[in-house]
Structures are given as C-alpha cells and as structure tokens.
C-alpha cells in the first residue's frame, strides 16, 4: 500500500502563489508515476500535473505556464507550484500515486487540500 498526505492549501487572492506538497509513503519503491488532480464543486475530477519516476511531466493545458510540479525522491514528496492564481483554480487538490504490481495499474488518493482562489 501507498499513503499520500498533501499540504499547502488554502486560500490566496487571484494572482498570488501556494505550494502544494505530497508525501508518499509505504510501499514507494515501486511507484512509477505520481501527480495532482483537482475537483471543484459540481465537476469532474480532472488532472493537473503528473511527473514519472523518470521525471517527465505532464499539465493540463490550463494550468501550462502557471503552475510548475517537482519530486523530491530523498524526501518521498512530491511539489505542486502554483502561480498566478485564477479563481477557477479553485478546488480540492488531489495526490495520486501510480504503481504497477504483477502487470497491474494501481492507483492511490490523498484525502485532498483545499485550495480557494478570491477574486
């Protein structure tokens, strides 16, 4: 199993900055992909950023040019930057882990942060 606790959330005016941080912990050494997804209310889970054990990401292209995600493989976590703030930014901000056991995909959730963004 993967636990994943995300921090950082919270509320910022439009045109402000956060940083998301998620920590993996568990069975890591066989994750090969993690990143950020996000909610808002009355719609669909959708996908942020996602980088692979490899480091190759991954954005949605709404949040191209502002937002920027990182691992940190020593420390097991995983960075959301998120810059220039728009308010339909906001949502709860999901971590998702990856890992594939015996050819099957496995996926892992957070229990989210969220993010609120005024105008």
């Known amino acids: 199993q993967v636990q994943l606790v995300e921090s950082g959330g919270g509320l910022v005016q439009a045109g402000g900055s956060l940083r998301l941080s998620c920590v993996a912990s568990?069975?890591?050494?066989?994750?090969?992909?993690m990143g950020w997804y996000r909610q808002a209310p009355g719609k669909q889970r959708e996908l942020v950023a996602v980088?692979?054990?490899?480091?190759?990401?991954t954005y949605a292209d709404s949040v191209k040019g502002r937002f920027t995600i990182s691992g940190d493989t020593d420390k097991n976590t995983v960075y959301l930057q998120m810059n220039s703030l728009k308010p339909e930014d906001t949502a709860v901000y999901y971590c998702?882990?990856?890992?594939?056991?015996?050819?099957?995909?496995?996926?892992?959730w957070g229990k989210g942060t969220l993010v609120t963004v005024s105008s």
């Open positions: 998702n882990a990856e890992r594939v056991v015996l050819g099957v995909d496995m996926n892992y």
């Open positions: 568990g069975k890591i050494f066989s994750i090969n992909r």
């Open positions: 980088i692979s054990n490899v480091g190759d990401t």
